[in-house]
């Protein structure tokens, strides 16, 4: 349908429009203190939203050198099927995932063969057939798994969420085996119900 296929063009035009800005003005210039809370308060969307968006764009817009000179996106081929309408906010998350669980070791040649390819794919197919399709290509560049010691440090981390109104907080994260044996006798005693 046409008109989906403007509504997913639309983002394409919001990084360039936001790399403009980016280069023109500082979020104190424009009343907030990060690009998060600028874009949150002008366009009243979340926060989250905004940061969504802010890395949306720093992955598909254009960009600009150190010296001044134009950089193709992050994502050029990517970017491109995004102007033309042909990906969606889903293929965007799903390869964001992909690219954030390729271990440090893939080389920039790779990625670069892996993000075409992708790209090509994520134009022919819907999102869960998609999904399958990055499934497939994690497999082929990375068949051993995450097993080594530096992946491991690379992806270990915790996120504590917003405090609810009672006070409490969600926690995310992921543990290294060490610490996971190190954290399980302590939910074991202390997290029990009641």
């Known amino acids: 349908c046409s008109s989906d296929l403007a509504s997913r063009r639309v983002p394409a035009v919001s990084h360039r429009v936001l790399h403009q800005l980016q280069t023109q003005a500082r979020p104190p210039e424009l009343g907030d ?3 998060n809370k600028v874009l949150a308060a002008r366009l009243q969307i979340s926060t ?3 940061g969504r968006r802010i890395t ?3 992955t598909l ?3 600009t050198a150190i010296t001044g000179e134009p950089l193709e996106p992050v994502w050029p081929n990517f970017a491109a099927a995004q102007a033309t309408g042909t990906v969606g906010a889903e293929h965007i998350r799903i390869t964001r995932g992909f690219f954030k669980n390729l271990p440090a070791t893939v080389d920039a ?8 390819d992708l790209a090509r794919t994520a134009a022919a197919f819907g999102p869960a057939e998609y999904r399958k399709a990055t499934a497939l290509m994690t497999a082929l560049l990375h068949p051993d798994g995450d097993f080594d010691d530096g992946e491991r440090t690379r992806r270990r981390g915790i996120t504590i969420g917003r405090q609810h109104a009672d006070g409490s ?8 085996p060490q610490a996971r ?11 029990a119900p009641g």
């Open 48 to 50: 989250e939203d905004a």
């Open 61 to 63: 817009g254009p960009r």
């Open 56 to 58: 949306d764009a720093e």
């Open 109 to 116: 040649q790779t990625r670069a063969a892996a993000e075409k």
């Open 181 to 191: 044996a190190m954290f399980e006798p302590i939910l074991a005693k202390l997290a």
């Open 33 to 35: 203190t990060t690009w």
């Open 169 to 176: 907080s969600s926690i995310t994260g992921t543990l290294t």
